[in-house]
């Protein structure tokens, strides 16, 4: 097998297992309908989603509001966050982020464990260290494995207050911005290398790996077992990266239809995510930065379809 070949499955598996998570994570906070007596002291219908921290949805807000909300949203967090590296707010930077990472670290450990007796609090004893440790002492392995499940709590949050149609229009939006961002502005090539060497993490996928050349290095070295001839040069480090926004918004549309249509229907939007990225990986050349969203998009679109149908 290619060392190249190695590097795609292994983030097409990370991408792949993070919805599956992401469908575990959002059953647990399925729709439920409970009586509550009014202010007038009626039985009325309350839907409730046992979101923990606070992050139950308001009542009564219609998902276009929502979509509205999250473009908007989205717009100022890119906005925001190129004004911060201009200034470079490295520390400002990382206190937001562990902030977010360890909120969506939260739920999605608080789906496991709960109704554990207190729950919410233990989730957050596991969540702060680990983002504490993503963010502020760079490990690969503890970063893959957070990113496992931070997407799928942030997914979470927005699953309850969307439906199929307005996820569908976000992701077409959404397409749209990847595309202009990635091609024509190039600010998102800006950002993900400013994170990667300022910051010291990257907000998705990240797995590092070595040219045919550098490992040719490497392996002579151990053949001639002097692995000290490699101190004093420079070796290449090549990193293979899919941003979290990439993972986050098939989760989200799965969500949605995981509620509305049932679980085989959300497991076809999954798969549809994952081949739809296998053929940007298939059909991408090494070196150049591809934007993902319209791809995974158009799979998306087209599992939703086939999930309509059936």
């Known amino acids: 097998m290619k060392h190249s070949l190695r590097i795609i499955l292994i983030l ?33 219908n309350k839907t409730i989603y046992n979101l923990p921290y606070g992050a139950e949805p308001p009542a009564e807000v219609s998902p276009v509001n929502t979509l509205v909300s999250i473009i908007i ?28 990472v360890s909120f969506a670290l939260g739920i999605s450990i608080y789906a496991f464990i709960d109704p554990l007796p207190f729950s919410q609090l233990i989730a957050l004893i596991i969540a702060i260290p680990l983002a504490a440790l993503k963010l502020f002492k ?4 503890v970063h893959n494995i957070t990113e496992l499940f931070i997407y799928p709590g942030i997914a979470s949050v927005f699953v309850p207050l969307l439906n199929i149609w307005t996820v569908v229009l ?14 024509h502005a190039g600010f998102m090539q800006k950002m ?3 994170q990667i060497k300022k910051l010291k993490f990257f907000t998705g996928f990240f797995v590092p790996y ?27 480090v090549n990193v293979a990266i899919l ?21 085989l229907e959300a497991l076809i939007i999954n798969l549809g995510a994952t081949l739809a990225l296998a053929w940007l990986f298939y059909i991408s050349k090494k070196g150049k930065f591809y934007p993902a969203m319209p791809f995974i998009s158009a799979g998306c679109l087209i599992a939703l379809g086939i999930a309509l149908i059936i």
């Open 12 to 44: 097409l598996g990370m991408f792949f297992i993070t919805q599956l998570i992401g469908l575990a994570v959002i059953s647990q906070y399925s729709p439920e309908v409970i009586q509550v007596k009014d202010e007038e002291g009626n039985l009325v």
């Open 73 to 100: 949203a989205v717009a100022v967090a890119v906005i925001f966050m190129l004004i911060l590296m201009r200034y470079k707010a490295e520390f400002f930077l990382r206190s937001w982020f562990f902030i977010v």
């Open 138 to 141: 760079r490990n690969i392995i």
């Open 170 to 183: 976000l992701l077409i939006l959404i397409s749209i911005y990847d595309i202009y961002a990635v091609w």
């Open 192 to 194: 993900a290398q400013y």
């Open 210 to 236: 070595l040219g045919s050349k550098e490992r040719a290095q490497v392996a002579l070295a151990k053949q001639q077992g002097d692995m000290s001839k490699l101190k004093n040069k420079k070796i290449k």
């Open 243 to 263: 941003g979290g926004g990439d993972v986050v918004f098939p989760i989200i549309l799965a969500g949605v239809v995981f509620n509305t249509l049932g679980l």
